[in-house]
């Protein structure tokens, strides 16, 4: 868990509704290598701690006998659940629960995924308590975007989103720490997850990178969501004076691009996999 924060229930409060419309989706074809990498084939149970509105979760359910979700925010459940059923995905269910909460009464899996959460966690326990959930041989796997990806091939065909620019609108209604729940992170938030889990018991790192997708155009209002669909500008945090705040980042928005119309590169995505030793119980 990050350095002198406490977690709280409002850390990501309000962003559920956006989330899906604002992030970028993970590389084209990450559940297939994934799924390939772990030789999954329809059998075995996939636990996804921190699912969100179930992005990933859905994703993996094809490939396992049951997918669980658990996050610790209802309105992310929700979301998760109203997403499933137009895709026809039955084989599913969502927990409400910390990472901390574990086991929780779920049983044993055959993987368990984190899929930009572990951060958020107390590591060296959760860690600890997952290896015990795993069947042997079972695989506790790490998903986020690609840090440090290699320079962009050549010239985007519109602006890209004023990033900088809407983080400076943040930092001028919020402060220059950024926000998490109802508290702050001075720091920032931890890595070197590869030292957690070598002390958890894990042996070595499997690591596969997804090559990222085509361009994608965005709009005003897929910015507008990517903003509100994060934990350090999650819209309770600007109380009365949200609607405010939203038409300043949109009156940047129009003056970076008059259009409205933004491009950027997806981000490759980064798979590591730990797996728990075939004759450990």
């Known amino acids: 868990m990050p350095e002198e924060w406490q977690w709280d229930s409002t850390l990501f409060r309000g962003s559920a509704a956006h989330y899906t419309r604002g992030r970028l989706p993970y590389a084209p074809g990450y559940a297939d290598t994934l799924a390939g990498a772990l030789g999954l084939t329809g059998d075995g149970r996939l636990l ?19 997918a669980v979700g658990l996050d610790p925010d209802q309105d ?25 909460d574990l086991p929780a009464g779920l049983g044993t899996f055959h993987v368990v995924v984190f899929a930009q959460s572990f951060h958020w966690t107390e590591r060296e326990r959760v860690a600890a308590t997952v290896r015990g959930m795993l069947a042997p041989g079972g695989a506790f796997v790490h998903l986020n975007e690609l840090k440090d990806p290699p320079p962009d091939p050549g010239p985007l065909p ?13 930092r001028r209604r919020l402060g220059p720490v950024r926000r998490a729940g109802r508290g702050s992170l001075v720091h920032g938030t931890p890595n070197r997850e590869e030292r957690v889990l070598e002390q958890a018991g894990f042996g070595s790192c499997e690591r596969h990178v997804v090559p990222a997708g085509d361009v994608v155009v965005r709009g005003a209002d897929d910015l507008v969501a990517w903003v509100l669909s994060r934990s350090d500008s999650a819209p309770h945090l600007f109380g009365a004076e949200l609607a405010d705040f939203e038409q300043e980042v949109r009156a940047v928005l129009r003056e970076a691009s008059p259009g409205l119309r933004f491009a950027e590169r997806p981000p490759a995505t980064e798979i590591r996999i730990w797996r728990k030793p075939r004759g450990e119980r």
């Open 76 to 100: 992310m459940l929700a979301e998760a659940d109203r997403r499933a059923r137009p895709r026809g995905v039955h084989n599913v269910r969502w927990v409400h629960a910390r990472a901390e």
């Open 158 to 170: 519109l602006p890209p989103p004023p990033y900088a620019r809407i983080g400076d609108v943040v």
């Open 48 to 66: 996804d701690v921190g699912c969100g509105p179930g992005t990933v979760t859905l994703d993996m359910a094809r490939y396992v006998t049951e």
